[in-house]
C-alpha cells in the first residue's frame, strides 16, 4: 500500500510540475536551459562557500546565528545542486522518457530529489530568517522547521504555492537585511539585501510565467544578477588583503 | 558606553597585539594593550599556550610571548569570519 501511495502522489504532483517544465522546454531553445542549469550551478557554488564560512565561524565562535547561517546556505547549495540534477535529466531528455513510460524506479530518485529541493529551499529561508531575526531559543525554532517541513511536503502538489512560501520567508530576510545595511551604512550588506531581493522576485514572478513564459527568462535572469552580488560579496571576504 | 568584548574578540585582541610587534612581545604590552586585569590575561595566556596559539619563550631573564604559525592562522580567519558578520549583517 505504501508504495502505491507514493507513486499516486508521484502522479499526481510531480507529474504536473515535470510535464509543465517539459512544456516550458519546448518555449525556448534547448541551449537556454543548459545556461539556467549553469545559473543553478552558480548557485551551487556560491552557497556551499558562504556555508563553509558560516561553518568556519560556527566552529571557532559557538554563536547559534552562525549555527543557522552555516545550515540556511547549506541547505540552499543542496536545493541548487538538487535542481541541477533535475534540469539536466530533463535536458537530457531522461525525465520525458521515465515520465511517458512511467520507469517507476526512476521515478523515486527523482520524486525524492525534488523533494530535496522544495524543502530545502524553504528549510534554508528559514534558517536564513532565524539568523537575522536573532532566535535565541532553538526549540521554537525548530518548531517552525518542522512546520516548514509540513508545507514542504503539501507544496510538492503545487508549484505556485511552494513560491510563494518562499517569497514571503524572503520577504522578511530582505526587510531584515535592509534594515542591518540601514544600521551600518555598509556597501556588502546593501549587496546583500539586494541579492535576497532578487531571489525573492525571483520567486514571485512565478505568478507571472504561469501567463508569460517569458517570465521563466525574466525570473532566471534576476536569480543570476542575485548570485553575482553574493558573489562579488563574497570575492571580497575572501579577496581581502593580508595585514 | 563600549560593549563588552566576547572571550574570542579578547583572543584576537591579543593574539592581534602579538602580531602587530613582530609577533614577539613582552608581558607588559600585552596587559597594557589588551586593556585586562593581570589575573585574567594570565588565563587568556595560559589558554592560549595550551591551545598552541602563542609560545612562552625566557632570554636573558626575561619573559617573552611569541605568535605561533596557528595563532597566525587564527587571527586570518577571526578578520574573515569578522568581515563576512559584516558584509552579511549577522
Given amino acids: 500500500m505504501g508504495i502505491n501511495f507514493i507513486y499516486s502522489w508521484i502522479e499526481l504532483s510531480s507529474m504536473a510540475d515535470i510535464n509543465f517544465t517539459l512544456l516550458l522546454a519546448k518555449q525556448f531553445p534547448n541551449w ?7 545559473i543553478q550551478l552558480l548557485g551551487v557554488v556560491v ?13 571557532i565562535i559557538k554563536e547559534a546565528k552562525y549555527k543557522y547561517f552555516f545550515y540556511g546556505f547549506l541547505l540552499l547549495g543542496l536545493s541548487f545542486l538538487a535542481n541541477v540534477i533535475l534540469n539536466v535529466s530533463i535536458r537530457l531528455g531522461y525525465a520525458k522518457y521515465f515520465v511517458e513510460k512511467k520507469y517507476e524506479l526512476f521515478m523515486l530518485p527523482m520524486f525524492g530529489i525534488y523533494y530535496v529541493f522544495l524543502i530545502g529551499v524553504m528549510l534554508a529561508y528559514v534558517s536564513l530568517a532565524a539568523v537575522y531575526s536573532e532566535v535565541k531559543k532553538s526549540n521554537k525554532l525548530w518548531l517552525f522547521y518542522f512546520w516548514t517541513f509540513i508545507v514542504g511536503v503539501y507544496t510538492f502538489r503545487d508549484k505556485l504555492m511552494f ?8 520577504s522578511f530576510i530582505v526587510m531584515y537585511t535592509y534594515d542591518k545595511y540601514l544600521e551600518g551604512k555598509n556597501k556588502n550588506r546593501l549587496l546583500t539585501c539586494l541579492a535576497f531581493f532578487c531571489m525573492f522576485l525571483f520567486h514571485l514572478f512565478v505568478l507571472l510565467e504561469t501567463f508569460m513564459p517569458i517570465f521563466f527568462i525574466i525570473r532566471n535572469s534576476i536569480l543570476l544578477i542575485g548570485l553575482i552580488l553574493l558573489l562579488t ?3 571580497k571576504i575572501y579577496g581581502r588583503k593580508k595585514k | 558606553m563600549a560593549e563588552r568584548r566576547s572571550k574570542h574578540e579578547i583572543i ?7 602580531s602587530s610587534k613582530s609577533g614577539r612581545v613582552k608581558p607588559t604590552h600585552i596587559l597594557y594593550g589588551g586593556n585586562l586585569s593581570h589575573d585574567r590575561l594570565k588565563k587568556y595566556l595560559d589558554e592560549l599556550i595550551t591551545g598552541g596559539f602563542i609560545q612562552k619563550q625566557e632570554e636573558k631573564g626575561k619573559i617573552y610571548y611569541i605568535l605561533t604559525d596557528k595563532g597566525y592562522k587564527f587571527i586570518e580567519e577571526f578578520k574573515k569570519i569578522e568581515e563576512m558578520t559584516q558584509a552579511f549583517g549577522i
Fill in chain 1, 32 to 38: 537556454f536551459y543548459w545556461v539556467v542549469a549553469g
Fill in chain 2, 12 to 18: 584576537f585582541d591579543i593574539l592581534n597585539l602579538i
Fill in chain 1, 47 to 59: 552557497s556551499f562557500a558562504i556555508s563553509y564560512l558560516g561553518f568556519k565561524a560556527y566552529r
Fill in chain 1, 163 to 170: 513560491n510563494m512560501f518562499s517569497a514571503i520567508l524572503l
Fill in chain 1, 233 to 235: 560579496t563574497l570575492s
